[in-house]
Structure formats: C-alpha cells, structure tokens
C-alpha cells in the first residue's frame, strides 16, 4: 500500500513533458510489437527514433522493454560512423597506385630485409614510378629493426619526475558534432593535471590551457606533443617562455607518446564507450567525476598498484562500497570501528 501510494506520489510530480514523452516511447515499442513477425524487427527508423529521444528523456533506461540500453548506444555509434562516412564521399586526396606497385613494394621489401623505405623508393624512382616515400613506408610488410627505441625507453624512466605528456582526445554527441578535450599528464605517477573541452581548438585555446596547468606548480623541464595543428606557433612560444623543452613525436608514430596514448584508451574504454554525449558541458561534468576517481582511487600498473594520489593501506574495519564515475565503477574502503 505504502509503495503504491509513492509510486503515485512520484507520477504525478513529474513534468507533463516527460510523461509525454515516456508515453510516446512506450507507445513506439507496442507499435514494434504488435508488427505481423514472430520477432520483433527493428528498423532503421526505430533506431533513429530512440537514439534521439533518449537525449530529452530522462529515464529512458527504465522505460525500454524490449531492447536493452546497450544496444541503443551501440545504434548511436553506427550511426555516427554511417553520418562520417557519407560526409567524406569525395575524390580528395591522394590517387591510389596501382596493384602491381603494392605487390612491386612488397616483394622488395621481402628480398631484401635490410632495405628500409628511402632504398627502396629510391629503386622504384630508377623502374620509372612516380610515387612518394612515404607511400612505399605504407605498403612495406618487413621494417627495419629500430636501433635507437631502448635509449628512448631509458630516457623516459630516468625523466619521468620532469615529463609532461599532452594529447586531444576527440568526442562525438549525439548531434554527431565533435568536441575535443585536451589532457595533460604527469609521466612520474601517471597523474592527470589538466584538462579542458572545447569545440573549435586553436593555439591560442591551447597556449592558455597550459599557462592554467602550470598556474600554481613549477613547469617540468620536458612536454612531450605530436605535430598536431592544434598546437601551432603561439603554443610552442608559451612553451619555451614557461622555460619547458619541447619533444615532438614524429610523423603517425602515436608509440612515441605512449602513455598519453594509453590515458585516453583508458578514458574511452572506462567511461566514454558506454555513455552518450549530449554536449560540451556535459561532457565536462563526465570527466571531472572520472579524472577525479582516475587520480584518487584508481590503481595502476605502471606505479605499483597505486594510485596516482597515493592511497593509504586500510587494514581493519567492514568493508564498503560507493559507486564512482557516473556508476561505472566502485570505490572499496574500510569503515572505521
């Protein structure tokens, strides 16, 4: 008695336009159900339907019956990649050689294993081709070992105290419209300092978010970036006069700038991958509550276990839990006696 009279306390304080809306979202899988098929079909069109109506609706969650909330952000991503698709239909860029190049390319490469792509662009000019070097780097199915990627290594572990890496993650919403968030991480315990979101990304934008970084700490002697246009002439000037040395990755070599890399994986496979984005403020409040669960509680291979802001070890007391990152996630504490 005490839980229906609630359940209709609740009904009748809620807006009439989201009861409106629930009642049209309910009306549309009874109109999927009653269609003549053993098993309900969804088309296209229903999925157009729900993947834009969940945006406005509230608890569309607990209102879907037939499907399951997965599937329908699972909709919205191919929906995204279908929209992308058909806005680059067009004839720009680069003719593509012909197959007897590729397989031309391919079994130089193979005969001859010590040859890297300048040799063998080099033979191709000779045969008569007209082709770039760095189309010849992209067909190669053997490269050369890399002498040099054990110093690299040494370098960034006796630096790590004074590396800073920055990288742009970018994020669709639900209009299909990116937006891009700029991330700065401290190599030494993987910790995030910085971040920001922004639909249009300049230098200025991005000269800014690093004087805010380092408003209040002493910069690190190293930044790690790739050749990004983002990062332009303005960008780079702020970084020397805040007295850093940049390091630029080199060309489509995203490896060089490993564990920024491997935070943004981080962010999409843990938190981005299983929402839908609705716009930039959103978005914001999404990663504010992941970076702080990412610096505070999250532990991580590469510190010990630890987390970025190191966590005590509680040894007595019952055990608990409280949802974390928009209930993605748990945090496991002890209660005290």
């Not at 807006?15 to 979202?25: A, D, G, K, M």
């Not at 990288?167 to 190599?187: E, R």
């Not at 200025?204 to 002493?218: G, I, K, M, P, T």
Request: net charge positive; glycine share 6%.
């Amino acid at each position: 008695m005490f839980r229906s009279l609630l359940l209709f306390c609740l009904g009748y304080f809620k807006s009439r336009t989201q009861l409106q809306l629930e009642i049209v979202y309910l009306r549309k899988q009874l109109e999927i159900l009653a269609r003549k098929s053993r098993k309900p079909r969804i088309r296209p069109s229903d999925r157009f339907f729900f993947g834009i109506l969940t945006s406005i609706l509230s608890s569309w969650k607990s209102t879907l019956l037939i499907i399951k909330p997965e599937t329908v952000i699972r909709w919205h991503r191919q929906g995204f990649r279908l929209f992308w698709r058909w806005k680059s239909q067009s004839e720009a860029g680069r003719p593509k050689i012909p197959r007897d190049q590729i397989a031309l390319i391919k079994q130089m490469a193979n005969d001859n294993p010590l040859w890297g792509a300048p040799r063998i662009h080099g033979e191709m000019l000779k045969l008569g081709f007209e082709i770039s070097e760095a189309t010849v780097q992209r067909y190669m199915t053997k490269k050369v070992p890399r002498t040099t990627r054990q110093r690299w290594k040494t370098f960034l572990k006796n630096h790590s105290a004074q590396i800073v890496s920055v990288d742009f993650l970018v994020v669709p919403t639900i209009t299909f419209k990116l937006l891009y968030v700029l991330v700065f991480l401290s190599h030494d315990r993987r910790r995030i300092i910085h971040f920001n979101v922004t639909a249009h990304p300049t230098a200025q934008w991005s000269a800014q978010q690093l004087r805010n970084a380092f408003s209040d700490v002493e910069p690190p002697r190293f930044l790690i970036r790739d050749r990004d246009t983002k990062f332009g002439e303005v960008f780079t000037e702020t970084v020397s006069a805040l007295g850093m040395e940049p390091i630029l990755t080199a060309y489509r070599s995203p490896w060089q700038n490993g564990f920024a890399e491997r935070l943004i994986g981080s962010i999409r496979r843990e938190c981005l991958d299983h929402l839908i984005i609705v716009n930039k403020g959103h978005l914001r409040g999404i990663l504010q509550r992941y970076i702080r669960y990412y610096n505070t509680q999250r532990t991580h291979l590469g510190i010990g276990k630890d987390s970025p802001e190191p966590r005590e070890v509680q040894g007595s007391g019952k055990i608990d839990k409280v949802a974390v990152a928009n209930g993605l996630h748990h945090f496991y504490f002890r209660k005290a006696a």
